[in-house]
């Protein structure tokens, strides 16, 4: 009888020139400094799931998860900023940003983290939910039924999303970052497969992995298009103030959608999860051995030495 495939839970996201993996326990970020030595930031793990007890809440859970994910990888992203400060940003601060210090001290940091973390979610609503929204508002007259329009809507959003995607991915510090997220996932694969985690066996994985965060995204904006059907068109503040609301709850559904697929592996979870590995296609790109090594440190860092830790 084959051996049963180890589906792990640890996952993660690429930084600046490094990689961040959430394990079981702890959350370790490694970043390659410019002097070429790889320095690993370990954190035991605190998610918002278990420290309000919701883990056992189906949708209310991942509403949770979701907000602790972008924290998380926030915080990661700011620790590996430190290491390529710019001469400009060496220079004496500002007076306003004398003035924070001076008013916030120590929680100035975490206040930076989580204004980082408000704004993104205003930006991304204002761009991927409430502005193609609007353009079909345009038009709205002219097509008949709730269904019709959300999905008319819903292709306007994967487009601008992807248009975003495409955009950014031609700037050379994000394809490095799309190089680290495909490291990421090799070194997943390789851990999930039981092979040591060496630069050789992490090479050989494949770079597109069903679980990673960009199917993720495009869930939410699958499912958003069914719940936001029921929404009336005849007043925008309306459509936009409920779809706000609305918006959780997309999120944490499309976070057990995810959960179920990665147990399961069937003709359905493969045509679900084709939005987002099509995706990955943009997102990742292969990794060079130096990227690889990086990843390799991440991952062993929050590893137990159990893997009934990390079962999916």
Known sequence: MAKQKHITSIGGS????????RG?????????????EIVVDKKPLNPLVTKYHVNKIPIVRGIFSFFDSMITSVKA????????????????????????????????????????????L???????ILL??????????KVEGNLLKNLIEGIIRIAIFIGYILIVSKQQDI???????????????????????????VKKQPRLHPRCGTSFLILVMLISVIFFSFISWDNLATRFLMRIALLPIVAGLSYEVIKWAGRSDNILV??????????????????????????????????????EDDKW
């Open 14 to 21: 690429a930084v600046i020139e490094g990689v961040m993996m």
């Open 24 to 36: 079981p326990r702890d959350i370790a970020t490694a970043v390659r400094k410019p002097d070429g």
């Open 77 to 120: 992203l700011m620790f590996s900023a430190e290491f390529f400060e710019t001469e400009e940003e060496n220079t004496k601060p500002s007076k306003f940003e004398a003035f924070l210090e001076r008013k916030f001290g120590d929680k100035l940091k975490d206040m930076v983290i989580y204004f980082s973390v408000l704004l993104s």
């Open 122 to 128: 205003v930006l991304s609503i204002a761009l991927f």
């Open 132 to 141: 193609p929204n609007y353009i079909v508002g345009f038009f709205k007259d």
């Open 175 to 201: 394809k490095r970052v799309f190089m680290y997220h495909g490291a990421e996932h090799k070194t997943i694969f390789c851990y999930e497969n039981d092979l040591e985690l060496t630069v050789e066996n």
């Open 270 to 307: 493969r045509i679900v999860s084709a939005p987002g590995i099509w995706l990955q296609h943009i997102t990742t790109a292969e990794p060079d051995e130096a990227q690889i090594e990086v990843a390799i440190a991440s991952m062993k860092a929050v590893l137990t030495g159990n893997k």
